[in-house]
Structure formats: structure tokens, C-alpha cells
């Protein structure tokens, strides 16, 4: 009588330039039971993206067609451009008691938790300080300077939205940020809820058949 | 803006023999910010137990007193002999950011939870199989065939309650079930609503005074 899980979905939130990509690339190297969602998206690739890997890159009439035919589990318009999660790889994975990264921001945050409450564990990932959180945006060269401060305005209402996450990890050291979203990933893995054949295992060990 | 933490309790929980002894103590080891919490109890006491380290011994008559005064969180009565958990030092001790365990059944986890839900961890550790668990009970050599079938019927019981606890750990290998509860102990420490200070450090934060 086998006990296996049903999959999470596992949201890493926080302003850009908290360390969230590095956070979720060492994630992905270590388990192998966590994949990430491949998001949709309108925005225009940048240099080194891969479509299918980094992004579905979409025109926006794709994008429209996609929302129409109930395909997202969630979207959001960002700077212009439209980002989105394609639902059947992410019920896939669930079901195959795999866990699912989404690397989105409070709105799609908040339509995950509408769409499905007790898949999601909700991480808000912050920087150490102000200072730090500046110097990492600006550490990517390649913006221009509008660019930079919109998102540093960005940063400041996302912050805004920390409380509506479970879990609140302050980045102040990468390794040991991952450590602590890890050590998250396998509590929530033992929650009683998620374990599949928990009642006839129990009743197998109550009558002495297991 | 220094970010602290409110202490937890954290309950373990399983039928006699399960492995939960070996696995309070090797976390108890690994975590300075961990102690166990001492129970009261009008058992008598068995060779090599220490008052005030294994258990607080007393007398039927100071255990009324205790109840009478309120010092007791919880309190059951196991075998014909009573078992409380003093309050103050555990008080104590989540006020200082400190984490509490507790080696109790399911009738002191039930009073736990009525009392402190926000505070209260509780993982149900279950034995890998019946005939597993029957071997580790027959090992403590010490105890009549009376007392074994006593527990036998008691972990029955015991096992019965388990859909009441937050984590389910399934102990096949010690050194795997003691790395599960570190991991639930760490995430937990990480939710939100421990953590102390979030407001006024992300208001610092989002002013640029952090």
C-alpha cells in the first residue's frame, strides 16, 4: 500500500534584483522532481533568450487566442507586454506528483491562489537592503536608464504585496537563501494533505497487514 | 530594522516504538535554538531516568496542584498515570525566539492546538509497518508481555489520530525522517506570520532606509 504525493505549485516572488533567478536556477539544478513553468509571453526575446526555454515567445493575437480558449492558469500585463502560464503542463505535472517553480509576481501570485489554493506554497524573496537592491538593477548593464528606474518603482510596489505570501526568505547570502526555499520545498512535501493513500496505509498498519 | 522571530512548538507525535525518541534526541543535538520541553508526571520512575532531565517526577497530589493553579498547557493520563507540560518555560522560550518540542500524544496535542494554534507544529511520525513496529516494541526487553500488548493496542489508537497533524513522516530510515523534520522545523521558522519586524523593515526598504 504505497504512499505517493500529489505535486505543488511553488511560487517564488520578489522585486527583480532580489536574487530570484539565481535562486530558482540552483533549485532546478538540485531536484529533479521540480521543473519551472514555461510562461507565454508578448514580450520581444532579448539577446541569449531561447524560445521554449526562457519564454513561449507570442504575438499578442496568439497570446488573446490563448486566454479565449481558457489555456492560462494565470496572466499579467507587465511593462506593456503580457505574460502567462500554460495550464496543461502544470496539471500534468501535478498529477505526476511533480512540483512546478513559477517565477511570476503578485498578480499572477494572486490568480494561482484563487485558481488553486491548497497546490500553491507562496515564497516572498527579499533583498537584505535598499542599497543592494539597487546596485544588482543597475548591475545589468544592458537597460537603459528609464528602464532602470521604472523598475525600481516596480520594486517598491511589489514589495507592498510580502504579506500575501506564506513564506518570507530575506536574501542576504544566495546559498543559503536556496538552502531555506529547499528546506520549504520539503516540509510542504510531508504536508498531510498532499500524501495520496495515507488512509489505507494507516488502516493496513492498524490491522497488521502492512 | 533587525527582523526576529517568534519561537514555535513543535510536536511530535507517533505510536510507542515508531522512532520517535531517536529522532527528538538527534534533533535535539543538531539545533541550538531547540529544547525539549519537561514534562510533569506521576509515573514512577524507571531505571536510569534523571528528574528534571527525562521527567519532572511528583505525586498525585502537587500534579493536582498544578492543575489547580493553571501551570499546565496540557495534561493527560496514560497507563493510570498523569503527564502535563508546565507553561511558564515554554512561554518563556517563544517569547525568546526560542522552538519548544514536544513528545506527547494525540489528547496533549488536541489541548495544545485549543491553546496556541499560531504557535503549534505538529508532525504524526508514522512506523514503516506493522511488523516493524511490534519489533521495536518487543526490543525494550524490560517490559512485561502485558505491557507490550498494552502498547500494541495503544499504537493502534495512537496511529488513529494521525489525520489531526499538520506533517506526516513516514520513518523507514532514522537519518531520512530526522532531515524531514529539520526541513518542516526551517520552513516554519521562515512563515510569515513568525517573523517579527517585516513592516517596519519593508517600509524601511521601500524608502531607501535600509
Redesign the interface.
Given at each position: 500500500m504505497p504512499?505517493s504525493r500529489r505535486g505543488l505549485m511553488l511560487v517564488l516572488s520578489s522585486p527583480s534584483g532580489a536574487g530570484k533567478t539565481t535562486i530558482s536556477r540552483k533549485l532546478l539544478e538540485w531536484d529533479d522532481d521540480l521543473s519551472i513553468s514555461i510562461s507565454v509571453t508578448t514580450r520581444p526575446r532579448r539577446p541569449g533568450e531561447v524560445n521554449g526555454r526562457d519564454y513561449i515567445f507570442v504575438d499578442a493575437t496568439d497570446f488573446q487566442l490563448r486566454v479565449n480558449r481558457g489555456e492560462l492558469l494565470e496572466q499579467a500585463k507587465v511593462f506593456g507586454h503580457y505574460y502567462g502560464t500554460p495550464r496543461a503542463p502544470v496539471e500534468a505535472a501535478l498529477a505526476d506528483g511533480k512540483d512546478v517553480l513559477f517565477d511570476i509576481d503578485w498578480q499572477g501570485t494572486q490568480q494561482l491562489e484563487a485558481n488553486a489554493p491548497r497546490d500553491l506554497v507562496s515564497?516572498?524573496i527579499?533583498?537584505p537592503?535598499?542599497r543592494e537592491?539597487e546596485r544588482r538593477l543597475r548591475a545589468r548593464a544592458q537597460d537603459p536608464e528609464d528602464v532602470v528606474a521604472a523598475r525600481m518603482a516596480k520594486a517598491?510596489d511589489e514589495?507592498?504585496h510580502?504579506?500575501e505570501?506564506?513564506?518570507?526568505?530575506?536574501n542576504e547570502n544566495v546559498e543559503r537563501s536556496v538552502?531555506?526555499v529547499?528546506?520549504?520545498l520539503?516540509?510542504?512535501r510531508?504536508?498531510?494533505e498532499r500524501?495520496i493513500g495515507?488512509p489505507d496505509?494507516?488502516k493496513?498498519?492498524?490491522?497488521?497487514?502492512?
Amino acid at each position: 500500500m504505497p504512499i505517493s504525493r500529489r505535486g505543488l505549485m511553488l511560487v517564488l516572488s520578489s522585486p527583480s534584483g532580489a536574487g530570484k533567478t539565481t535562486i530558482s536556477r540552483k533549485l532546478l539544478e538540485w531536484d529533479d522532481d521540480l521543473s519551472i513553468s514555461i510562461s507565454v509571453t508578448t514580450r520581444p526575446r532579448r539577446p541569449g533568450e531561447v524560445n521554449g526555454r526562457d519564454y513561449i515567445f507570442v504575438d499578442a493575437t496568439d497570446f488573446q487566442l490563448r486566454v479565449n480558449r481558457g489555456e492560462l492558469l494565470e496572466q499579467a500585463k507587465v511593462f506593456g507586454h503580457y505574460y502567462g502560464t500554460p495550464r496543461a503542463p502544470v496539471e500534468a505535472a501535478l498529477a505526476d506528483g511533480k512540483d512546478v517553480l513559477f517565477d511570476i509576481d503578485w498578480q499572477g501570485t494572486q490568480q494561482l491562489e484563487a485558481n488553486a489554493p491548497r497546490d500553491l506554497v507562496s515564497v516572498f524573496i527579499l533583498p537584505p537592503s535598499t542599497r543592494e537592491l539597487e546596485r544588482r538593477l543597475r548591475a545589468r548593464a544592458q537597460d537603459p536608464e528609464d528602464v532602470v528606474a521604472a523598475r525600481m518603482a516596480k520594486a517598491a510596489d511589489e514589495i507592498s504585496h510580502y504579506p500575501e505570501y506564506q513564506y518570507i526568505v530575506l536574501n542576504e547570502n544566495v546559498e543559503r537563501s536556496v538552502a531555506s526555499v529547499r528546506a520549504i520545498l520539503e516540509a510542504e512535501r510531508l504536508k498531510r494533505e498532499r500524501q495520496i493513500g495515507l488512509p489505507d496505509f494507516v488502516k493496513a498498519l492498524r490491522q497488521g497487514g502492512e
